[in-house]
């Protein structure tokens, strides 16, 4: 090698070395995004280093982006079969679980299996992740040998009565007052959540239900009218932080005709109080159905609830039966919201194909649980790319889609944005795509580690310029985030 390569070569090593250390030190102040942009900076220098490819995979991981764990941590083994970190790769398929098929992730296991075996044999921890991995595989794959199909599945709601079920004369909690969820109630409500106190189950039996009435009379895609010098409030992502939505209504008003929301999917998993969040949701919107829109998320989910904490949440503070009426509820949530017939509201994103219309949306059955591909898959699932086009989807479900892909989705539909949520940023919110998309989210300090802001988004008729207002994490009870998770997940958290 001439001694000018040579030194070349050293310059890039050194300032690789550089990258990475950098990108450790973001790591480990729970930076994700800035860590993975070092992460390939230094990949870029040098592609041969698997530390770097399978550092990058775990902050991928870290932000839900297990499509693009997988493969960095693939690559990681391709340039070195024989590194010693090889078997944390099966942390990376502790977290991808539940997005994946029982097949695809036999296939993966099949790949690790070999992995233990050639890599680290003789270690206990790999063996028991291992043997972890084995046994989910196995349970779901007799869960769906078992499973009833959608159509043929009875309704849990059309067998409960909820004014058969007594109230104890010693309860002191909220009630409802016949058949009407009244302002009072949700006040009294919200103040006993806030005092850690739960709501009785006839009650929040009640609110369950008289919500499936309500959410099932909607389209899949539904259209909201603002009148000009009125205003309405579009947030993202709460994740069962209960703290944090009462301190967006102390920021921004409650929900009322006068002061409209729309929360936009994931309500649920991850904090620790999404009972409390998806009841005080159903509430306002029981009382007063223009006061509050609700748009499905990815984690509005059978899949996802059985891990991230919702099911074993309701659970505990419930019981079994309410977990399916969850479930069932969640089928009947809407899909997508048009603003005015100009802002396009939706939790994921955009498609795998040009030409969708709204009328297309409208068209969506979406009484069941996501399925693994199609427009509703994408809808919850789909993320921004800066890239032109289209590409793998870096959580390995949905698509990324650029911002020409954008552009005709607006163009073709007469709208002028796209409001979406599903990943946590710094601030709170990003626009891309030459201002054409926003990406906003309402649970700061995500999960309790991540930092971030969080923010809603403030729009004006008849113009509908968008107003970002930002805020900080507030302090919670001693409850830690994914307290309620299955034990699988904890196990590599």
């Not at 206990?124 to 009833?148: R, Y």
């Not at 032109?388 to 020409?404: H, N």
Request: proline fraction near 5%; hydrophobic fraction near 40%; charged fraction near 25%.
């Amino acid at each position: 090698m001439p001694p000018t390569m040579a030194t070349e070569n050293s310059t890039h090593t050194s300032r690789a070395e550089e990258f990475k250390v950098q990108a450790n030190e973001a790591f480990k102040a729970h930076k994700y995004s800035q860590a993975i942009d070092l992460y390939t900076q230094a990949i870029e220098l040098n592609k041969d280093n698997a530390v770097y490819w399978a550092n990058r995979a775990f902050a991928h991981t870290k932000l839900e982006e297990y499509g693009s764990a997988i493969q960095d941590a693939s690559s990681a083994i391709e340039i070195d079969p024989k590194y010693s970190k090889a078997c944390n790769f099966l942390d990376i398929i502790g977290e991808v679980r539940p997005i994946w098929r029982w097949g695809n992730l036999r296939k993966l296991l099949r790949t690790f299996n070999k992995l233990v075996k050639r890599l680290c044999p003789n270690d206990p921890d790999a063996a028991k992740k291992l043997k972890e991995c084995e046994k989910a595989v196995m349970k779901l794959k007799f869960e769906e040998a078992i499973s009833v199909p959608e159509s043929e599945r009875r309704s849990v709601a059309d067998s409960i009565d909820y004014h058969t079920i007594e109230v104890d004369s010693q309860y002191s909690g909220a009630r409802i007052e016949g058949d009407v969820v009244t302002l009072d109630f949700v006040k009294k409500m919200l103040d006993d959540f806030k005092n850690q106190k739960f709501l009785h189950k006839r009650y929040a039996c009640q609110i369950v239900l008289q919500i499936r009435d309500v959410l099932r009379e909607l389209p899949s895609l539904v259209d909201i009218h603002v009148p000009d010098g009125e205003h309405f409030t579009v947030c993202g992502d709460v994740h069962g932080q209960f703290y944090d939505l009462l301190n967006i209504f102390e920021l921004n008003g409650l929900p009322s005709e006068d002061n409209p929301y729309l929360f936009n999917g994931d309500f649920v998993d991850r904090g620790s109080f999404s009972l409390e969040v998806i009841l005080t949701l159903f509430a306002f919107k029981c009382m007063c159905p223009s006061a509050i829109y609700l748009s499905r998320g990815n984690h509005e989910s059978k899949s996802m609830n059985k891990i991230y904490g919702f099911e074993g949440e309701v659970r505990s503070k419930l019981n079994d039966t309410f977990v399916e009426l969850f479930a069932e509820v969640f089928c009947c949530l809407p899909l997508a919201h048009v603003i005015n017939n100009k802002v396009f509201v939706v939790h994921g994103g955009l498609f795998s194909v040009d030409g969708v219309k709204l009328s297309d949306i409208r068209a969506i059955d979406r009484f069941c649980e996501p399925p693994e591909e199609g427009l509703m898959c994408e809808l919850l699932w789909s993320d921004p790319q800066p890239q032109l086009g289209r590409g793998p989807s870096k959580r390995g479900v949905g698509l990324s889609f650029g911002g020409d892909v954008t552009k005709r989705f607006l163009q073709d539909n007469n709208l002028d944005l796209v409001v979406r949520s599903h990943e946590v940023k710094d601030e709170g919110y990003e626009i891309d795509h030459d201002g054409k998309l926003i990406t906003v989210f309402s649970a700061p300090n995500y999960c309790d580690q991540m930092g971030n802001k969080g923010a809603f988004i403030r729009f004006e008729a008849p113009d509908l310029k968008p107003n970002i207002a930002t805020f900080t994490s507030v302090p919670h009870p001693d409850v830690k985030p994914m307290a309620y998770a299955n034990n699988f997940l904890r196990m590599f958290s």
